[in-house]
């Protein structure tokens, strides 16, 4: 998770999520992807969300203070 990446509903849905990310590092090589989350109900997907976005802010605020390694 980055500072960069955003949360946006998938098609209007209220339980799936998609964002992109600057370098997956599933393949041999890093590229950037779309990637997307479905869940089986509203709930689990807000939930989601709050900790997805909990994270980002944590991730941005230990940058700014020089605390991420690379």
Request: aromatic content about 8%.
């Amino acid at each position: 998770v980055t500072p960069l990446m955003e949360l946006k509903p998938n098609a209007g849905s209220d339980r799936a999520w998609v964002w992109n990310t600057h370098a997956d590092f599933a393949d041999e090589s890093p590229k950037p992807e779309l990637l997307a989350i479905r869940f089986l109900n509203a709930e689990n997907a807000q939930k989601f969300k709050a900790k997805f976005e909990e994270c980002r802010n944590e991730v941005d605020k230990r940058a700014k203070k020089g605390k991420v390694k690379s």
